[in-house]
Every structure is written in structure tokens, then in C-alpha cells.
């Protein structure tokens, strides 16, 4: 299989016919976990993936007394792919966790004082979850937009003496800014976006990019055994920047009309 994906990327084609710069279909629904403060279920092709925003009461970090504290998960569903596994999140669980927590916390997409109800004793902890229920390529892709959907859309419990009211719903989550990640594959040296699971098996390397508005870069993430020359990475750059535009402004009609499809 390898053999013949390199053999159609090398005439610029793919198994599913979409341009190299293309992505496949996109659908995003919010609002899927009823028991979620916020929640968006992102299908990218056949890849799936909900995330949710929950909430709890906690002790702030002795660094941040005056902030709220984020922690990011990821799960990966047993029957998602023959690969995965029941029990303790794997290595690629945890990196998935990671990428996405490092957008988020890096961009400060979150104004995390907002989430502070007694300056170092009582904060807000921000639980993001993300569960990939089939895995068909590109999850880092998939798994931002279902996060930063999921974000916008969240509304915080209401606080009463420095208790939640879990049934209670409040103001929405702070969200100042907008981390999305583009991954770009390469593969017999041609670059390719939003790579489907035959491709990631034929591809050398990748690249994860998280970018915001502003065109500010908020963390990277290479994987892949092959490198990436200085030209490919100046021209990867340049098609997240592109990307970056197309995605937001799909999760910006989520967040405006609850579901959108590409």
C-alpha cells in the first residue's frame, strides 16, 4: 500500500482525489455531552473526535495563586482503531494531550484569572477531555478544532460561598484567543495537509503547526523519521498560515449557528 500511495503522490494524486492542499470534508457539532459545560464533536473525513469542557474546585498553582488551572486529556476509544488498546492513556494519547494543551496554554487562549474565586486558595479547574472515537488520519487536526469549539461554546458554573453550582449555568469561558493546529505531511517529498490513515503510513514525517489570528506561532510538533529542509519547512509555514483562515472561520460559524459541514 505504501508503494502505490508514494506512486500517486509523486504524480500529485490521491486515493481519495482531493488536491494536495485540500482537506476532507469537515463537520463540527456543539453541544453533544449533556453533561459538559461545553462540548463539539469534530468529524474530519471518517476521523472522529468529541472533546469536552468540564468544571471543579481546586487549589491554584503556587506560581499562578490568582489564575485557574487547565488540564488536558486524551482517550483513545478501543474500537477507534485495531491499534488501540483498553487501559492507561498510550504514548500517542499523551502526546495528542499535549500538542493540544500546549496551543491552548501558550496562546493563553483562556483568561485564567477569570476562573479564580479565592487568590491562592479556591480556583476553577478547567477539564478538557478528548476522546477519539475513530481514527482515520490527521487526529492533532481534528482534535484542536473539537477543543476550540468545544471551548466557545462552554459556559462556566455559576459560584455561590465558593462552591460550584454544577446545574447552575454562568458566564461563557473567557476564550481571548483562537490556537488551531495544521498538520502538514510529507510524503515522497511533496507536502500534503490533512493526510487520511493509508497516507500516514506512507509519510516520512509530519508537521504539526499551532497557529492563532495573529499569525503568532504557539508550539510545533514534528513526528516521522524523515526530515523536513529549510525550503519545505518556509513553504509549510505558508500553508498553515492559509489553512489557519479556512479553519477559524469554520469553527466561527460553529460558534455562531451550533453545526457547520464543508
Sequence with gaps: MNDYINDLIRENLRVDERDMLQYRNIKISTGVVKNAS????????NTKVVAGVKFDIGEPFSDAPDK????????????AAPEFEPGPPDQYAVELARVVDRGIRESEAVDLSKLCIVPGEKVMMMFVDIYVLNNAGNLTDAASLAVIAAMKTARMPK???GELLQNEVGEPLPVVRTPISVTVYKIN????IDANDREEQASSASLTVILDEDGIIHG??????????????????EIVKNKYDELKSIVDKVVDDGAHEV
Excluded at 38 to 45: D, Q, R, T, Y
Excluded at 189 to 192: E, F, I, S
Excluded at 220 to 237: A, N, V
Aim: hydrophobic share 40%.
Design 38 to 45: 461545553g462540548s463539539a464533536m469534530v468529524e474530519i473525513g
Design 68 to 79: 485557574g488551572v487547565l488540564i488536558t486529556n486524551a482517550e483513545f476509544v478501543p474500537f
Design 159 to 161: 459560584v455561590e460561598n
Design 189 to 192: 517529498g511533496k507536502l500534503l
Design 220 to 237: 510545533m510538533q514534528k513526528r516521522g523519521s524523515g526530515y523536513i529542509t529549510e525550503q519545505e519547512f518556509s513553504d509549510i509555514l
